[in-house]
């Protein structure tokens, strides 16, 4: 099993056990803000989003919970590959703690010989998410509007992406 480790946090695949510690994190409203799906009602609902997780094969995903002084905060990685997503609890935003979760995740995805690149597709408000991604080297290729329905209304979608290549030549 892949473990990904920083000075602060382990990233590693998620198992059940992690239901509660991921259940705060996507039960809270603040934390959905630019999410894709509203806050989970039930338990039930996000048992059955780690179950998935836990599920996914390597050859589509390639995801992980973060840990941080031995609780789960959040996820990083490509639930479905090339496309990056992650998500933090707020109480540890503000830290960097994102920024080195994405720094362990880069050259660990990028060993892989089927990966030339990491997309992202993230809400144009959320300006905190765009800055960190192409502060790593992210480049902007698009923009749409009206792209997802979410909990919050409709929200338009900045597209970004990272080359292997461009990776490579940032080290």
Known sequence: MTILKTPRLIL???????????HRVLSDPAALDYWSSGP??????????????????????????????????????????PEIGYIIAPAYWGRGLASEALRAFLPHVFSRPDVDRITADVDPRNLRSLAMLERHGFVRTGYAAGT???????????????QRVRFAASK
């Open 12 to 22: 590693r695949r998620a198992r059940s056990a992690d239901v509660d510690d991921m």
């Open 40 to 81: 989970h009602a039930s338990r039930d609902e996000t048992v059955a989003w780690i179950d998935a997780m836990v599920a996914s094969r390597l050859e589509e995903s390639d995801d992980f919970v973060i840990e941080y002084a031995g609780t789960v905060i959040g996820k990083l990685g490509t639930w479905r590959l």
């Open 148 to 162: 997802w329905h979410t909990h919050t209304g409709i929200a338009d979608s900045v597209y970004l992406e990272l």
